[in-house]
C-alpha cells in the first residue's frame, strides 16, 4: 500500500481526484456543443457556420441548464449526466424533425398539442436521415460501455464480495468536499449567465433592438439566443402571453380594435349594393380544403401528361384566382381551416383550435347556421386530432362526420383515400338532403396528398422518371390523385342533381413541405429568384364554381383564405357588417392587401418579403407586376398596416375581444 503522506503522492491523488470529478462533466460540454453545431448546421436556414458568438451562448446555457449537477457527489453525477444527456439530446433531435417538416422550432403551444406528433406516422420517419445516427453514438458507446462495468463489477463482486464494497469505498474516498461541489456549481451558473446573457443583451440592443417586444420569427429569437436559450425564453414569453390574456384589455387596445373593425364593416356594408350581392341565395355550399395542394402544379405536365387535368378544365367556367396565398402558420391545416372559416389570422405560435378553442368568433358555419342551413364538416381522420371535435362545436357545425363514421375501403396514407372520401361524404349529404332539404353548407377536408407522399405504387399514374426517385416526384403523384378525386367528386354531384344549385370551393391549405429550391427549378426547367421561390412556397389555388358558372375567369389581383368566407357570404346575399371577419369579398372590393402570418404581404403594386431578422430595413420590396426590386421605403406604409392588422387579429383571439365588444354593444 503506498505512503499517501508522501507530498508526491498527495499530489497526484488530488489530480486524480479533480479530474474523475469534473472531466465527465467537460466531455458532456463538449458532446452536447458538438451537437447543437450539427443541429444547426443541418437547418439549411443560413449560409454560415456558427460563430464564436453562437458557441459562447451554447456553453453558457449548457452551463445553465446543468450547473446543478455539480453539487452531487461523483458516482451520482456521472449517472445523472448520462441522464441529462439523453434528455437534452432528445430534445434537440425532436427539434430539428419537427424543423425538417414545419421549418420552425417547437414551443410550449406545439407541446399542448403533442397528440398531433404521434398521428405524423410516416411523415416522421421520412425526416430521420441515415447522417442522424452519430448524433446518438455517445449515448449507444455508454450504454455499452455501462453494461460491460456492471458486468465487470459483478463478477469480481463474486470473486471478491467486498471488492464492490470497496471500490464504493474508494470512491467516496476520492470525492471532493461538498464545499467544493457547492462553490463549482455556483461559479458554473454565474459564468453560465455572463456568457448566455451578455451576448443576448448585446444583440437586443444593436442589431436585433426590440427582439423580445416585438412579434419576431421563432427563427430569428433562435439566431440570437441559441436553442437552448430560445426554449427558455419560449417558457418565460408563453406564460406571459397567458397572463397578459387574462390581463383587462386597455382602452388603447379597444379603440384600435373597433376603428379597424368600423372600417371593415362600413366596406361590408357598401358590397351589399353590388351586383353580385345575394345572386346565389339559398344555394348549397361545399369547401374543400385540399392538403398539400399548391399553385405551381396547375396547368402544368410531366412526362407528357397534364398533372391536374380535372382542375384545369373546371377552371374554364369557374373563378380561379391565380395569385391566391395560404396564410398559415404554426397550426398549419388546422390554421388554413380557422382562416378560412373564420376570417381572422392564425397565432404567431400554436394552433387556435388548440389554444382558444372554446373563445368567441364569427366563424361561417355558425353564421349561415343562423341562416337556415344545415352545416357539417367532413374529415375521414380522428375527431380529436387538431383539437376539431371541441372546435367544430364551437364553430356551430350540426355533424361533424370524422374517422368513426366512414368505412375504410380504400386505405391511403394517413386514412381513407380522397376518392372513397368524397363518396361517402356526398352520400351523406344526399341522406340529409331526404330528410331536411334545407340548404346545406358542407367543409371537407382532404387528407390523401399528406406528407410524406406515399402512394401505392397501384394509384401512381405520372411518369415522373425525369425528378428521379425524389419526393417532388411522389407529390406530383400524389397530387394527380387528389385531381382525379376531385374529378369524380363533380360527376357525383351532378349524377346527384345538387351541381346546379351548389356554389363549390376548392383551394389548397398550405405548402408541401419541400423547401429546396433546386427541385422546383428541375421541375419547372428554370432558375428562381427569391421572389419567384416566395410566391411557390405561399402561394396555393383557389377555384370557385358558382352554380350558372358565372363570373369563369383568372383573376390576378393577389387574395388570401382570409377572403374566403366573406366572398360566399356576399354570394348568398348574407351581409357582414355585424360581424368581425378581417377577410374581403373578392368580387366587389379592390386594392385589397394580403398579409402572411411572416409578415410578407401582397397587394396590386407591391410584395415584401421580410429578412430572415425581420428588421423592415432588411426586408425586400418588389414592384409588381414587373417583379423589379425596388426602395425598401416604398413598402413602408403598407408594412405598418400589415403589422397593425395582425396585431388586431391576435389581440381579439387571445383576449377573447369579440365577446368583449359585443358585451359594449
Not at 373546371?314 to 380561379?320: G, Q
Not at 331536411?436 to 406528407?451: I, R, V
Request: some cysteine; aromatic content about 12%; overall charge negative.
Amino acid at each position: 500500500m503506498p505512503n499517501i503522506s508522501n507530498p508526491i503522492l498527495v499530489s497526484h491523488s488530488k489530480k486524480f481526484t479533480w479530474l474523475r470529478s469534473y472531466l465527465p462533466y467537460l466531455l458532456f460540454l463538449i458532446i452536447m456543443i458538438l451537437k447543437l453545431r450539427y443541429f444547426h448546421d443541418e437547418l439549411n436556414a443560413r449560409d454560415i457556420d456558427m460563430s464564436r458568438t453562437d458557441y459562447i451562448i451554447a456553453a453558457g446555457s449548457l452551463l445553465i441548464v446543468s450547473f446543478w449537477v455539480l453539487w452531487l457527489p461523483v458516482r451520482i453525477r456521472i449517472f445523472t449526466l448520462s441522464l441529462l444527456n439523453l434528455l437534452l439530446t432528445g430534445i434537440i433531435f425532436a427539434d430539428l424533425v419537427y424543423y425538417r417538416y414545419f421549418g420552425d422550432f417547437i414551443t410550449v403551444p406545439v407541446l399542448l398539442q403533442t397528440g398531433q406528433v404521434g398521428s405524423l406516422g410516416d411523415s416522421i420517419r421520412s425526416l430521420i436521415y441515415s447522417s442522424d445516427l452519430w448524433f446518438f453514438i455517445d449515448l449507444i458507446l455508454l450504454a455499452i460501455g455501462g453494461l460491460f462495468y456492471v458486468i465487470h463489477l459483478y463478477r469480481k463482486s463474486r470473486k471478491n464480495r467486498s471488492s464492490l464494497y470497496a471500490v464504493q469505498k474508494q470512491k467516496t474516498t476520492q470525492q471532493v468536499s461538498k464545499r467544493s461541489r457547492f462553490v463549482s456549481g455556483v461559479l458554473a451558473l454565474v459564468l453560465g449567465i455572463v456568457l448566455t446573457v451578455g451576448p443576448i443583451q448585446h444583440s437586443s440592443k444593436t442589431w436585433a433592438a426590440g427582439l423580445f417586444e416585438g412579434n419576431w420569427w421563432n427563427m430569428t429569437l433562435y439566431n440570437v439566443t441559441g436553442l437552448l436559450a430560445f426554449h427558455g425564453y419560449d417558457v418565460y414569453r408563453y406564460n406571459k402571453e397567458r397572463m397578459n390574456s387574462q390581463a383587462p384589455v386597455s382602452h388603447e387596445q379597444l379603440e384600435e380594435t373597433t376603428a379597424y373593425f368600423s372600417e371593415k364593416q362600413e366596406e361590408a356594408r357598401q358590397a351589399t349594393s353590388a351586383e353580385t350581392f345575394g345572386k346565389y341565395k339559398g344555394k348549397n355550399v361545399i369547401i374543400v380544403q385540399v392538403e398539400a395542394f399548391m399553385n405551381f402544379v396547375i396547368g402544368k405536365e410531366i412526362g407528357g401528361e397534364e398533372i391536374t387535368p380535372h382542375f384545369n378544365n373546371l377552371m374554364k367556367e369557374s373563378l380561379y384566382f391565380k395569385n391566391f396565398y395560404h396564410q398559415t402558420g404554426q397550426g398549419r391545416t388546422s390554421d388554413a381551416d380557422f382562416v378560412t372559416n373564420i376570417s381572422l389570422h392564425p397565432l404567431p405560435t400554436g394552433s387556435v383550435f388548440v389554444r382558444y378553442p372554446d373563445h368567441e368568433y364569427d366563424a361561417l358555419s355558425s353564421i349561415l347556421g343562423s341562416e337556415g342551413y344545415h352545416t357539417a364538416a367532413y374529415h375521414a381522420y380522428e375527431s380529436s386530432f387538431w383539437n376539431r371535435y371541441m372546435m367544430y362545436k364551437n364553430m356551430g357545425y350540426d355533424e361533424f362526420k370524422n374517422r368513426n363514421n366512414y368505412i375504410m375501403n380504400e386505405a391511403v396514407g394517413w386514412s381513407l383515400g380522397d376518392k372513397s372520401f368524397f363518396k361517402q361524404s356526398v352520400d351523406y349529404i344526399t341522406e340529409e338532403q331526404l330528410k331536411n332539404p334545407a340548404p346545406f353548407y358542407s367543409f371537407m377536408t382532404t387528407l390523401t396528398s399528406h406528407h410524406p407522399y406515399g402512394l401505392p405504387a397501384s394509384l401512381r399514374e405520372l411518369n415522373t422518371d425525369s425528378l428521379g426517385k425524389s419526393m417532388m416526384g411522389n407529390y406530383l403523384q400524389s397530387i394527380h390523385y387528389v385531381d382525379a378525386a376531385l374529378g369524380e367528386l363533380v360527376e357525383q354531384l351532378k349524377k346527384e342533381g345538387l351541381w346546379d344549385d351548389t356554389l363549390l370551393v376548392v383551394y389548397g391549405d398550405h405548402d408541401n413541405s419541400i423547401k429546396e429550391k433546386a427541385d422546383y427549378e428541375t421541375f419547372l426547367g428554370t432558375s428562381l429568384s427569391d421572389l419567384e421561390m416566395h410566391q411557390i412556397m405561399n402561394q396555393v389555388p383557389l377555384l370557385m364554381h358558382l352554380p350558372d358558372g358565372d363570373q369563369a375567369g383568372i383573376y390576378l389581383e393577389p387574395a388570401g383564405q382570409i377572403d374566403i368566407a366573406p366572398t360566399v357570404l356576399h354570394l348568398l346575399g348574407i351581409s357582414t357588417e355585424d360581424n368581425y371577419l378581417m377577410g374581403s369579398d373578392l368580387l366587389s372590393t379592390s386594392k385589397r392587401m394580403t398579409v402572411l402570418r411572416s409578415g410578407a404581404f401582397a397587394n396590386r403594386d407591391l410584395v415584401y418579403i421580410p429578412s430572415e431578422d425581420r428588421r423592415f430595413e432588411n426586408g425586400s420590396c418588389y414592384e409588381m407586376p414587373a417583379g423589379k426590386q425596388t426602395d425598401i421605403q416604398a413598402c413602408k406604409p403598407s408594412y405598418e398596416k400589415s403589422k397593425l392588422e395582425l396585431s388586431i387579429s391576435d389581440q381579439l383571439i387571445t383576449h377573447n375581444l369579440i365577446h368583449k365588444l359585443r358585451a359594449k354593444e
